[in-house]
């Protein structure tokens, strides 16, 4: 199993509430809004562009209860975006932090050694204040500070409200963001994890690491870094050698460096959830039926009808907290790189690690039927 520290070891530099966003990179910002509205079943609140007087990008502010989504594509290739799209394709490119005071928690991350991400809008103005600093995470993305507070306008300054044609979709009620992690070379993991310690105050509240069981099967091996208050979470994975080519390092191959793995959206009805999304044409991992012929064996009992998972190939993880349902979308571009996690606590706080060897040896157990193993 996994090590989980519940404790806070960590120290608070500077207030950290809660994320304020996720601002995504794309090759075309109208199209993939089009894909986050009609699958994913996003609002569009905002839009920034050659309309609203900013000539290089167009960015649309996408929301779905406390979730925010900016999808933002460059105009010109000497935009920064564009050669960034070029190195790792469609992907995360800012994951922005709600701040009280956005210059300050940025000079404390550059006084212990962080690095400017080069974004910074100082606005004062008829619509009140608004302030974002930037700091360089891992690989090509960024942490954004975002002080909103005080602004009366449309989501920041450039932006405007939008209109678009209305679409029909199933609404699959996704809450909030449960975590987002980051893929990040071998031999690195360390690094990221002391980053987040150093320069965010963060803890290091689950360790999973070669010696563990599954990381034969998943060949991975991870740090789950936390703010104080448990808002923010934030994986951080790097290769392992297993019993097969690692999916971290085709991640990394694929993206061309660190970069975000996956975004888990929280629900309270995975299985409504679920099957919203499916209707709405999103594809998730492949589970055999012989998944659930040991489920309830590994995780006891839960509230949950094992016949209402089955279909919807809903998978359940157990510690010594509570549980957890879960489903892993398909990679969501063309290259493996970002995909998304669906998640339900019934009283766990992990991840769900004792899926990956469960994932396995059912997929094993379906390979031998056939005769194949
Ligand atoms: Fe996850």
Redesign the pocket.
Known sequence: MAIITTEWTGTEYFPISELSHVEFFVGNAKQAVHFYRSAFGFQPIAYSGPETGVTDKVSYVLKQNKIVFIITTPLKSIHPASDWLKKHGDGVYDIALKSENAMQAFFSCIDRGAESGGTRVDYKGPNGKYVKYSIKAYGDTIHSFIQAKDYNGIWAPGFESVNLPDISFEAPNLLTI??I?GNVEINRMNDWKEYYERIFGFTNFVVFDEDDISTKYSSLKSRVMRSKNWKVKF?INEPAKGLKKSQIQEYLDFNEGAGVQ?I?LLTENIVETISALRKNGVEFLHVPDTYYDELPSRVGEIKENIDDLKPLKILVDRDEEGYLL?L?SKPVEDRPTLFF?I?QRKGSRG??QGNFQALFESIEIEQARRGNL
């Open positions: 449960d975590h992690v994986p996956h888990a879960q892993f996690e998640i991840f769900g």
